[in-house]
């Protein structure tokens, strides 16, 4: 079915998994989370009718390495922010099929931390 030595094929197929078992809606947005070499981004967005209601990420935040997990901690923490400004406090974490560890790990805490119940 799938390569053993593509991760990204592997990835894609865990995602499509997750996604199919949540879902956002407008009281409790989905969290979704990117990763790219450069770059970590997270959204809130609202599945029903599929919009964005926030989003962050680190290419715009000004950090010296935007790529680890410090960088991650803050898209956390702004995500966070823009989540209260919009009164959400309840939200439904989307790792989309990258593990639960490092970057991710690091965004979903402090998300957590900044007020964000999942």
Same mark, same amino acid.
């Not at 009718?49 to 790529?67: E, F, I, M, Q, Y």
């Given at each position: ?7 990204? @094929? ?5 995602? /499509?998994?997750?996604?199919? @078992?949540?879902?956002? !809606?407008?009281? *409790? ?13 997270a959204a809130l967005i609202d599945d /029903?009718?599929?919009? !964005? ?15 680890? *997990?410090?960088?991650? !901690? %803050? ?11 919009? @009164? ?15 970057? /991710? @790990?690091?965004?979903?805490?402090? *998300?957590? %931390? ?5």
């Amino acid at each position: 079915m799938y390569s053993v030595f593509n991760k990204n @094929k592997q990835r894609l197929h865990r995602h /499509v998994r997750i996604r199919a @078992k949540i879902s956002g !809606t407008p009281e *409790c947005p989905r969290i979704s989370v990117y990763r790219s070499n450069k770059f970590i981004y997270a959204a809130l967005i609202d599945d /029903v009718a599929g919009k !964005t209601l926030a989003a962050v990420d680190s290419s715009k935040l000004g950090l010296d390495n935007p790529s680890n *997990c410090e960088a991650a !901690t %803050k898209v956390g923490e702004e995500l966070a922010k823009k989540a209260a400004d919009l @009164k959400i406090a309840k939200a439904v974490f989307d790792r989309s099929g990258y593990l639960y560890h490092g970057q /991710v @790990k690091a965004l979903a805490e402090a *998300c957590r %931390k900044g007020g964000l119940a999942f």
